[in-house]
């Protein structure tokens, strides 16, 4: 393929797994902006959901491929290597790194995002006014329960799926680093993790996302600093 | 693996999902079934979610290797095989697989079977008191929409991911039955969908999934007819 162009939204967790796993693959692309919810998207012309990321390819010979969404887009890179990138070769680590990008996806996604990110993100990006007390508790309640487990398994491994970097880092790291520029997450109760998030956070394949700047928000002081 | 125990739910659609890719992939394995809902279920220890399935296999000289949920299960199938049975080959098709594998385990399991199957399944499951009239409706307005969508996958291609038998057509197929045993698809609208699912049901992989049944509840009088 000579031609790759990622659309996707930046503070989307989803876009945010597609671009590190692009640059860890080592892949160019050229990226395009989207905002999902306005209706001239062009997301609604190319993925059924119409939902970021997609990944559209192109051989220079009028054959294209459009890959929509995280399934598609890490399969599609992890096809394309030569050995083990985002899944390892080890079957119980493989296990592990296919099982943490479904709980990412599905559980994380429910428990936190749908609250917590609704509150922070998508109500002013949508104008549907100021958060609401109660919601952002239940966020936080459930966002705790989850840095607990991720801190017993940071604790116990090298990477979150065992010893070698798989999709379940980039996946986890991922979701993180959009709730930690909104300031919600106290790194100092969760030692290991955030360990592994400095580890995450010093990669190249990170760069882009800590230069990420929502709209009139700052991001948390210690968002973009590697020694936090 | 000299081994296989698959944990599973008879009327849970990922449980469907995962005997219908072992069947196709001629993977012997001996069942157990499993209520998650009780206090006491295995999978409580087994998988950090707790819900099934899960795949248990035994090497016969104490490595055991523990595969929880679709991602994982599917994945490991396809591992194993000598050349594309989930997943074809052809790029496109691979992509399209993929994204309707996302499909229904993300949307389609919140539009569709967070209502109407809580209604119909679990609610009698957990004693949770009649289905409500409102949810019901809801949840079959919800139906609607993706049977309008797969209709017209249905009626363009051989199979729902283009012209080779993938993953896709499990995980739709494995989903509609379950639904269909409680007579919520009215199969004369979706003539193109009823062919496909016809020739879904005629494989030897779906002769255990007609006959499962259902504490207290006949299926549909078509639920395991071939020539419906």
Redo the contacts between chains.
Sequence with gaps: MSGAILYHFPFDPASRIARLALAEARIEYTETLVRPWEPDCPLGQMN??GMPPVLRLDDGRGRS????????IL??IE?EQKGPLL?PRD??E???A??L???F???FSEDVNAVLLHERLEKPLLRLGPPEARALRDGRAALKEHLL?LEGLAGSRDRLAGRNLSQADLVAAAHLSVLDYFGEITWANWPSLKDWYVKMKSRPSFRSLLADRFQGLAPAAWYADLDF
């Design positions: 059924p959901s491929l459009t890959l929509c969404e995280l399934g598609p399969g599609w096809d899944l079957p119980t493989r296990a592990e296919r099982r990008t479904a709980w996806e599905r559980r487990i």
